[in-house]
């Protein structure tokens, strides 16, 4: 499969694409605040892409349970100023993490090619139109409720079921808008309004998701539930539970994985990919 992102073409059957993590927020659950000044920013993304990152994912607003939303203009003066300054040292493709489409519109005339929104295009009314004018890859993701409410007791009668069948819903409105389906990739949304185990039976079933017929994206990088499953509270001890899951969604069917650490997850997707007789043509 293929991932249309303005002007080039991601091939996402090859191999397990590597998205890197880029937050220049002061509270995201990771990394917040150690990001917020460009310059750090950037060496941090140059430093993604040594590693093997395909991807760059901007985002200048956290999603981490119980975050407050972001003015427009903070979000803007966060994001701007790194996609503008990444376009000039690296042809990575550039993602930005954001709801809002005055921000998508704005990364994406910067520089970025992607939108990787949260909200499946609910958020903003017009952040279809911002997809489809610009030809911009777009992400949609499954989470119940928002940021700030989406933990509060989850609950679904199949959790499979129910996000494949929203996943399929908000591509078909996608295409509807007019963006291109070769521009979309699907995220179920891990630790986006799930529990533990509601995480785990996606993962388990992750093949049933990846049969919708366009790439699959999983973020699980330093999630709470891998925390919970382990018993630490050190996002540290996360890492490593964090490549194994890269190894088994790459066997599961994922195309794209979302990491903050990226090279431990590139060496982890490549092996896999060679026990699979999976080759870069």
């Known amino acids: 499969m293929i991932w249309k ?4 073409v991601l091939d996402c059957g090859a191999r397990v694409r590597v998205m890197g993590v880029l937050n220049v927020t002061p509270d995201s659950f990771s990394d917040g605040g150690r990001y917020l ?5 950037v060496a941090r993304a140059l430093e993604m892409v040594e590693e093997g990152a395909d991807i760059i994912d901007i985002g200048g607003e956290s999603t981490r349970p119980g ?3 972001v003015c427009l203009e ?11 300054a990444l376009r000039g040292l690296t042809g990575c493709l550039l993602s930005v993490d954001t709801s809002k489409a005055a921000v998508a519109r704005a990364a994406i005339e910067a520089g970025a090619g992607a939108i990787n929104d949260v909200t499946a295009l609910r958020g903003d009314p017009d952040m279809a139109a911002a997809a489809a004018e610009t030809g911009a890859g777009v992400v949609l993701m499954h989470m119940r409720g928002s940021p700030a409410t989406m933990q509060r007791e989850p609950r679904y009668t199949d959790v499979v079921g129910e ?3 929203f996943l ?16 979309v990739v699907l995220d179920p949304g891990i630790g986006f309004g799930k529990s533990v185990e509601h995480n785990l039976e996606l993962l388990r079933r992750l093949e049933v998701l990846a049969r919708i017929g366009r790439p699959v994206l999983i973020g699980v990088s330093r999630k709470s539930f891998l925390g919970r499953i382990l018993g630490s509270e050190r996002l540290a001890d996360r890492d490593w539970p964090t490549v194994g899951l890269t190894a088994y969604s790459a066997e599961k069917g994922a195309s794209i994985v979302r990491v903050h650490q990226v090279r431990s997850n590139v060496e982890a997707a490549r092996m896999m ?4 007789a999976v080759s870069e043509p």
């Open 5 to 8: 992102c303005r002007d080039r």
């Open 37 to 41: 000044d460009v310059e750090a920013a």
């Open 67 to 69: 975050a407050a939303p």
């Open 74 to 84: 903070s979000e803007l003066e966060r994001v701007i100023p790194v996609v503008q």
């Open 163 to 165: 996000v494949r069948e």
């Open 168 to 183: 399929w819903e908000r591509l078909q409105t996608a295409v509807a808008s007019g963006i291109d389906p070769d521009c």
């Open 273 to 276: 990919e060679a026990i699979l």
